[in-house]
């Protein structure tokens, strides 16, 4: 096997499987940590927001007009050309199908046009690998793994060992997240600005559910929480419009019923797992909800608690980026892993192979 630390890997991946486009270039050479030499995103936000959701036809229309543009960009900012990459990686799914194909149909022509290897990743390996890329975290480790399409608690055992210990048998806690800031009317996309809003509010003024606490596994259920706010959001729009101090209230009873359900979901599977996890176990939370700092500060007290450390990436790779599909591509190609040209592009891909939900 071939590591990444003998011979050096320059890697550019692709990310469009939802509403953002991103390209990024990673490089990791002589033992040396990795490198980010490129790192663009173009949001989607303005094309979705005056529909309140992503609208998929548009999305893979938009990856469509702007992925090449932004594949120059990124090697310009890196001062490199397609000469000095050692690979081409893309989203191969899950996700919105249309951008998928967008950014897996480029990825193989750039591959074929320039003879290089081509390794498609999947997303949500994707987000299990970024702080491996950031912050060196060695294997293994648990991993919650909080999107908007996802909610997952996985033992990450090695690059391509998965298991999953629980998901949601719902919704994702970002879909809750936008859902409820939608029904009081904020901003797309709901979740920085429900956070935003939230620290005004009294986390005690609502008695919300705890879905799940306390069962004997580590799934969650979020869209009771999502129908109590949602009961409660109509009660007060009876009674006239909701203010500003009932959204910041709502906003913040609704964010610290999450931060409970998480913190005991993720205290079952750090039993589960620490035996298994070494002297130094370790959290890992990835996906796009890893950026809200209310849900950080209270997973670091979980971690405190339980004698693990918390492992985050940067605020600003916890969303969708190229760099997290650079990077997981990269560890592929170091490992002597490559896709063939005809790989599928897969709106549904679970990380673990054992389950399909
Ligand atoms: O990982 P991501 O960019 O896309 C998916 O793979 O789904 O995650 C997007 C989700 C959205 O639901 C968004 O509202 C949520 O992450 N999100 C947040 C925050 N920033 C993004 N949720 C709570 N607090 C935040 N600060
Ligand atoms: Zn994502």
């Given at each position: ?5 003998d ?9 469009t ?24 995103v ?43 990459l ?74 391509g ?34 956070e ?109 608690a ?39 592009p ?12």
């Amino acid at each position: 096997m071939t590591s990444a630390s003998d011979i050096g890997l320059t890697v550019l991946g692709i990310e469009t499987s939802c509403d953002e486009t991103a390209v990024a270039i990673v490089r990791q050479r002589d033992g040396d940590k990795p490198e980010l030499l490129a790192n663009e995103v173009l949001s989607q936000i303005d094309d979705h927001a005056p529909y309140g959701g992503v609208v998929p036809e548009i999305a893979a229309r938009s990856h469509l007009v702007h992925l090449d543009g932004l594949v120059t960009r990124a090697l310009h900012k890196a001062d490199l050309t397609f000469k000095d990459l050692n690979g081409i990686a893309a989203t191969a799914g899950p996700g919105l199908i249309g951008g998928v194909i967008v950014g897996l149909m480029t990825a193989k022509a750039i591959a074929l046009v320039h003879n290089l290897p081509f390794i498609g990743v999947n997303h949500l390996e994707g987000h299990a690998l970024t702080t491996r890329l950031t912050n060196q975290t060695p294997f293994p480790y648990l991993l919650l793994l909080v999107s908007g399409g996802h909610c997952q608690l996985l033992h990450v055992k090695a690059l391509g060992d998965y298991v999953r210990l629980g998901s949601t048998i719902d919704d994702a806690v970002g879909e809750a997240y936008d859902k409820t800031a939608k029904m009081m009317g904020l901003a797309y996309p709901g979740g920085p600005a429900l956070e935003a809003i939230a620290k005004k509010g009294d986390t005690s003024r609502f008695d919300l559910p705890r879905p799940l606490l306390n069962r004997k596994d580590c799934d969650f259920s979020f869209s009771g929480l999502k129908t109590a706010v949602r009961k409660h959001v109509l009660e007060l729009a009876h009674q006239g419009e909701l203010d500003n101090q009932d959204k910041a209230d709502i906003a913040a009873s609704f964010q610290a019923a999450v931060a409970d359900v998480l913190d005991n979901r993720v205290t079952r599977a750090m039993q589960w797992t620490k035996s298994e996890l070494g002297d130094h176990p370790q959290l890992v939370v990835a996906g796009g909800v890893a950026a809200n700092q209310a849900l950080r500060a209270r997973l670091t007290e979980t971690c405190r608690a339980n004698g693990f450390t918390l492992e985050v990436p940067p605020v600003g790779l916890c969303t969708d980026n190229g760099a997290m599909i650079a990077w997981a591509g990269l560890e592929h190609l170091a490992a002597g892993h490559t896709s063939p040209m005809d790989l599928e592009p897969r709106a549904r891909w679970p990380l673990d192979k054992s389950t399909t939900r």
